[in-house]
């Protein structure tokens, strides 16, 4: 199995899983998703507001922000040696005391622990005219995104199967595939069509072209055949600025493993019960 | 209020929202607005174009 990056910045990272499989590939997908933990707020105490919106709807708002999220310093609660009472390893508590006119951002969160805080500072919360006040207190926690989707540290997580482009000797070179791609993948050379360099990997499998190649009347056969090769894949990761896409993917790599040595031991225990 | 996140994939799209206002009063053209905005997803797209703006609205109700 490995892996090679076409692509890692702090909030994206592009890569080719290959010799692996589709079993591998979706809970590789499934781990990132809904099992690498972040910090979202999940309890709010409202003391004063007079703002338009209702305490819920608000309560909704705050917990949809994404919170920098430092895995090494968190445990979640259920773990944590303060039996849920909470303490600074696993919580992280918000004020907001603000008066309108204004209008409140996710900025004028005063966290009670200096390393924590949104990931943006713009983020609208609510508007304040004279006469409004919000006073309120927000504890975040550690959680994972099968739990709730305000865990989820990605945003556009998928992958899809490597494309395999072949095209026989039946081509004529009249271009109709081309004309139809959408990703404009394919190019005439010729007295033939080909890949474009470097496009092979922007295909969407849509097999448009195949269907163009049909209505020429070439007969039942297309000229062009996509395929694609089940043993290799291309992954996109976006994180919603919690965790770095890297971290993202180390640690849905981690849990996987984790999950898999669980299922060894149990076996292994089943196993030697009965000798 | 403009949705914090995007409802389908969970980008961040609220931030870009006063920005996409005032470009867009001034005549911009909105697709031309979304992309310099980094909002290249469907999802996203729509949920600042399709968005209305009515807290001003109720602000008198309350
Ligand atoms: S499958 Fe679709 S995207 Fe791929 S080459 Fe054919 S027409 Fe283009
Ligand atoms: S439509 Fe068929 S015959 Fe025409 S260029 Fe494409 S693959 Fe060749
Ligand atoms: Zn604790
Ligand atoms: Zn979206």
Same mark, same amino acid.
């Given at each position: 199995?490995?892996?090679?990056?076409?692509?890692?910045?702090?909030?994206?990272?592009?890569?080719?899983?290959?010799?692996?499989?589709?079993?591998?590939?979706?809970?590789?997908?499934?781990?990132?998703?809904?099992?690498? $933990?972040?910090? %979202?707020?999940?309890? @709010?105490?409202?003391?004063?507001?007079?703002?338009? +919106?209702?305490? #819920?709807?608000? *309560?909704?708002?705050?917990?949809?922000?994404?919170?920098?999220?430092?895995?090494?310093?968190?445990?979640?609660?259920?773990?944590?040696?303060?039996?849920?009472?909470?303490?600074?390893?696993?919580?992280?508590?918000?004020?907001?005391?603000?008066?309108?006119?204004?209008?409140?951002?996710?900025?004028?969160?005063?966290?009670?622990?200096?390393?924590?805080? $949104?990931?943006? %500072?713009?983020?609208? @919360?609510?508007?304040?005219?004279?006469?409004?006040? +919000?006073?309120? #207190?927000?504890? *975040?926690?550690?959680?994972?995104?099968?739990?709730?989707?305000?865990?989820?540290?990605?945003?556009?997580?998928?992958?899809?199967?490597?494309?395999?482009?072949?095209?026989?000797?039946?081509?004529?070179?009249?271009?109709?595939?081309?004309?139809?791609?959408?990703?404009?993948?394919?190019?005439?050379?010729?007295?033939?069509?080909?890949?474009?360099?470097?496009?092979?990997? %922007?295909?969407?499998?849509?097999?448009?072209?195949?269907?163009?190649?049909?209505?020429?009347?070439?007969?039942?056969?297309?000229?062009?055949?996509?395929?694609?090769?089940?043993?290799?894949?291309?992954?996109?990761?976006?994180?919603?600025?919690?965790?770095?896409?890297?971290?993202?993917?180390?640690?849905?790599?981690?849990?996987?493993?984790?999950?898999?040595?669980?299922?060894?031991?149990?076996?292994?225990?089943?196993?030697?019960?009965?000798? | 209020?403009?949705?914090?996140?995007?409802?389908?994939?969970?980008?961040?799209?609220?931030?870009?929202?006063?920005?996409?206002?005032?470009?867009?009063?001034?005549?911009?053209?909105?697709?031309?607005?979304?992309?310099?905005?980094?909002?290249?997803?469907?999802?996203?797209?729509?949920?600042?174009?399709?968005?209305?703006?009515?807290?001003?609205?109720?602000?008198?109700?309350?």
């Amino acid at each position: 199995m490995e892996i090679v990056f076409g692509r890692l910045d702090e909030r994206v990272a592009q890569f080719t899983l290959s010799s692996s499989s589709v079993a591998f590939a979706n809970s590789l997908r499934r781990a990132m998703m809904g099992e690498v $933990p972040t910090l %979202a707020i999940e309890d @709010i105490r409202i003391y004063d507001n007079t703002s338009v +919106l209702f305490d #819920e709807m608000l *309560a909704h708002r705050i917990g949809m922000i994404p919170l920098k999220t430092d895995l090494s310093r968190f445990v979640r609660k259920e773990d944590c040696t303060c039996e849920g009472a909470g303490c600074p390893h696993c919580q992280v508590t918000f004020t907001i005391t603000i008066e309108g006119p204004t209008t409140v951002f996710s900025g004028d969160m005063i966290s009670d622990d200096p390393m924590t805080g $949104p990931v943006e %500072a713009n983020i609208p @919360i609510v508007k304040l005219w004279e006469d409004q006040k +919000l006073v309120l #207190e927000a504890v *975040a926690v550690l959680n994972i995104g099968t739990e709730h989707a305000k865990w989820q540290p990605t945003i556009a997580c998928g992958y899809k199967e490597y494309p395999v482009i072949e095209i026989t000797d039946q081509c004529d070179g009249c271009g109709m595939c081309v004309d139809e791609c959408p990703r404009n993948v394919l190019e005439v050379k010729g007295q033939t069509v080909r890949v474009v360099d470097g496009k092979l990997e %922007a295909c969407s499998l849509c097999r448009l072209c195949e269907k163009a190649c049909i209505g020429t009347g070439i007969g039942e056969e297309s000229a062009i055949k996509i395929d694609t090769d089940e043993t290799k894949f291309l992954f996109v990761v976006e994180g919603d600025g919690s965790l770095s896409a890297q971290q993202i993917v180390e640690e849905g790599l981690r849990y996987i493993r984790s999950r898999s040595d669980t299922l060894v031991e149990a076996l292994q225990e089943i196993s030697t019960e009965g000798l | 209020m403009i949705p914090v996140r995007c409802f389908t994939c969970g980008k961040v799209v609220s931030t870009a929202w006063d920005e996409f206002k005032e470009r867009k009063a001034a005549g911009e053209d909105p697709k031309e607005i979304l992309d310099s905005l980094g909002l290249e997803r469907y999802c996203c797209r729509r949920m600042l174009l399709s968005h209305k703006e009515i807290i001003d609205e109720q602000y008198p109700y309350q």
